[in-house]
């Protein structure tokens, strides 16, 4: 381990501050698989603003059943190893401790404390609910070490207590990359740290996704790399800096307003899987597909219509992005799923199922999101 950061550092400190991610199964594809998605689905109703419900900077909530791309971080000296979700939907880093005995903190690597030289605690209580569940811990300080960038002091949730559901989760924790603002007990995030302690070259991160089963997704610190992206790099500003929040003009199908009419709010949002709007709107959306929804919410439509499908586009800020079928229909054995979500809440998550069709920048300098075409 000290080995290589040294080398990193001699050579090519560009080549150190990316992450790979790993896209492994979600919650939801693990308990589909032993057959329990239908009983939990009916236990915890998929709530996907559960994790925006709370403004006011109490509690950032985050997570759903969908959390699925992760890499490796590790805290403490010498450091211990995590697979934690970099997650752009909330701000707070957490990981299962060794004083956690949840069924979730059995089968996840724990922090253990006491085996680490730097770690301090003045143990003041965390708590982070989800639309699932929650999470419970406390609040201790440590050096974190993400792709080659060593952040000191660095405050982070070590989980005492962990839902149910979490057990089902490939990674073991959550590291958020939103604002401060809507950060659990106004615990520094990692990107503010790095910020401030002048880690990063500039004020950015940026986040490649790939395509469905496909390796190569990143998440790069203080840098973009161009052989990620083809074309302009079409610049948002942010209307609220919490979320990285942003005022979406329309949702059209060959030029016809579908939904989001008159201009709504979105957030660009790497920890949520699907594309989630108000209800009515995405329910107006999957019929303009031919989809049928079904009792937990899923909307499928016939793998054979896939290819008649038209592609959707999400006007930004004067700009158009325009996802194709392939994007937005995954298939699951014999059905194929759209990746419109519908929720109770008027914001608008454009997750993974977006993110994968563009490059994506969060500009922390400006305050604004910029998104290129992937190469
Ligand atoms: C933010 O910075 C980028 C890169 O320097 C620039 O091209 C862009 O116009 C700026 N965007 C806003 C919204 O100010």
């Known amino acids: 381990m000290k080995l290589i950061l040294a080398l990193c550092a001699l050579v090519a400190l560009a080549e150190c501050i990316k992450v790979p991610l790993i896209k492994g199964k979600s919650a939801r594809q693990a308990l589909r698989e032993k057959g329990l998605w239908e009983e939990y689905r009916l236990k915890f109703p998929y709530n996907p603003t559960g994790k925006f419900a709370a403004q006011n900077g109490v509690e950032s909530m985050t997570n759903d059943a969908d959390l699925s791309y992760y890499g490796v971080i590790s805290i403490g000296t010498p450091p211990q190893s995590f697979q934690v979700v970099f997650d752009s939907g909330s701000s707070n880093l957490w990981v299962p401790s060794t004083s956690c005995s949840s069924q979730a903190c059995q089968n996840h690597n724990q922090f253990n404390p006491s085996q680490s030289s730097t770690f301090q605690t003045n143990n003041q209580a965390l708590s982070i609910s989800y639309g699932t569940g929650s999470m419970t811990?406390?609040?201790?300080?440590?050096?974190?070490?993400?792709?080659?960038?060593?952040?000191?002091?660095?405050?982070?949730?070590?989980?005492?207590?962990?839902?149910?559901?979490?057990?089902?989760?490939?990674?073991?924790?959550?590291?958020?990359?939103?604002?401060?603002?809507?950060?659990?007990?106004?615990?520094?995030?990692?990107?503010?740290?790095?910020?401030?302690?002048?880690?990063?070259?500039?004020?950015?991160?940026?986040?490649?996704?790939?395509?469905?089963?496909?390796?190569?997704?990143?998440?790069m610190f203080g840098e973009l790399d161009s052989s990620y992206y083809t074309g302009n790099i079409y610049w948002i500003p942010l209307s609220s800096e919490t979320y990285y929040q942003v005022t979406m003009d329309s949702v059209t199908i060959n030029g016809q307003t579908v939904a989001c009419s008159g201009g709504c709010q979105a957030i660009v949002d790497t920890g949520t899987s699907l594309i989630v709007g108000p209800t009515s709107d995405i329910s107006n959306i999957n019929s303009w597909l031919g989809a049928t929804t079904d009792q937990y919410g899923d909307s499928t439509v016939s793998c054979s219509s896939v290819q008649s499908l038209p592609a959707i586009t999400f006007t930004l800020n004067g700009y158009s992005f325009t996802i194709p079928a392939s994007s937005y229909i995954s298939q699951e054995s014999s059905s194929c799923q759209t990746g419109f979500s519908g929720s109770s809440d008027s914001l608008w998550i454009l997750g993974d199922v977006f993110i994968r069709n563009y490059y994506t920048i969060f500009n922390r300098e400006n305050n604004s999101v910029g998104l290129a075409q992937v190469a």
């Open 137 to 219: 811990g406390i609040l201790g300080y440590d050096t974190v070490q993400v792709g080659g960038i060593t952040v000191q002091n660095q405050v982070f949730g070590l989980s005492e207590t962990e839902a149910p559901f979490m057990a089902y989760m490939q990674s073991d924790g959550i590291l958020g990359l939103a604002y401060s603002s809507i950060s659990s007990d106004g615990a520094t995030p990692v990107f503010d740290n790095m910020m401030s302690q002048n880690l990063v070259s500039q004020d950015i991160f940026s986040v490649y996704l790939s395509p469905n089963g496909q390796q190569g997704s990143v998440v």
